[in-house]
C-alpha cells in the first residue's frame, strides 16, 4: 500500500478512538490549515480534530477522487456530519505534503465556510444571500 493509500485510509476512518494515530503519519512539527484552524505540531492538529467529534456528531470523511505527483497529494472530499439533528455535507479539497520519510509535514484543507455553512444557517441566510447578490457580476 503506498503511503498516499494509507493516508487516505487514516483519513477517511479517523474516530475520537483513533486519534493518537494522527503521530503516524505526521511529523511532530507540521502544519494544518483550514478556514478555521491555522496550527503547527501534532497536538495542536489532535486538538482540531478532538474539537470537531466534540461539536459534530457522527463527522466523516469521504474521500472520491486524489492524485499525487513526487510528495504532493490533494484529495477531493465529501465531509458529512449532524448537529443538532440536521445532516450537514461540506465538499473540499486538501492539498497534503509528505517528507521523504513518508510523514506529513502539511495539510492544508480548502473550501468554502460562507456557501457550504453560513448560508445555511437561518440568522446568517439573509446577510449571505444580499453580499453574494451586491458582489456577484451582473
Given at each position: 500500500?503506498?503511503r498516499?493509500?494509507?493516508?487516505i485510509?487514516?483519513?477517511?476512518?479517523?474516530?475520537?478512538?483513533?486519534?493518537?494515530?494522527?503521530?503516524?503519519?505526521?511529523?511532530?512539527n507540521a502544519?494544518?490549515?483550514?478556514?478555521?484552524?491555522?496550527v503547527?505540531?501534532?497536538?495542536?492538529?489532535?486538538?482540531?480534530?478532538?474539537?470537531?467529534?466534540?461539536?459534530?456528531e457522527n463527522?466523516?470523511?469521504?474521500?472520491?477522487?486524489?492524485?499525487?505527483?513526487?510528495?504532493?497529494?490533494?484529495?477531493?472530499?465529501?465531509?458529512?456530519?449532524?448537529?443538532?439533528?440536521?445532516?450537514?455535507?461540506?465538499?473540499?479539497?486538501?492539498l497534503?505534503?509528505?517528507?521523504?520519510?513518508?510523514?506529513?509535514?502539511?495539510?492544508?484543507?480548502?473550501?468554502?465556510?460562507?456557501?457550504?455553512?453560513?448560508?445555511?444557517?437561518?440568522?446568517?441566510?439573509?446577510?449571505?444571500?444580499?453580499?453574494k447578490?451586491?458582489?456577484?457580476?451582473?
Open positions: 500500500m503506498t498516499e493509500d494509507k493516508y485510509s487514516f483519513f477517511s476512518n479517523l474516530t475520537e478512538k483513533n486519534i493518537d494515530q494522527i503521530a503516524d503519519y505526521f511529523t511532530h502544519h494544518f490549515k483550514d478556514p478555521f484552524n491555522d503547527i505540531g501534532i497536538d495542536a492538529i489532535k486538538t482540531v480534530f478532538s474539537h470537531m467529534f466534540e461539536t459534530t463527522p466523516t470523511f469521504i474521500v472520491s477522487h486524489h492524485a499525487a505527483n513526487q510528495n504532493i497529494l490533494m484529495l477531493q472530499w465529501t465531509f458529512q456530519f449532524s448537529k443538532k439533528g440536521k445532516n450537514w455535507t461540506v465538499e473540499g479539497s486538501s497534503v505534503t509528505f517528507n521523504d520519510s513518508d510523514l506529513v509535514i502539511e495539510h492544508i484543507d480548502y473550501w468554502d465556510p460562507a456557501e457550504q455553512i453560513y448560508s445555511k444557517i437561518g440568522l446568517l441566510r439573509p446577510i449571505m444571500n444580499f453580499l447578490k451586491r458582489l456577484t457580476a451582473s
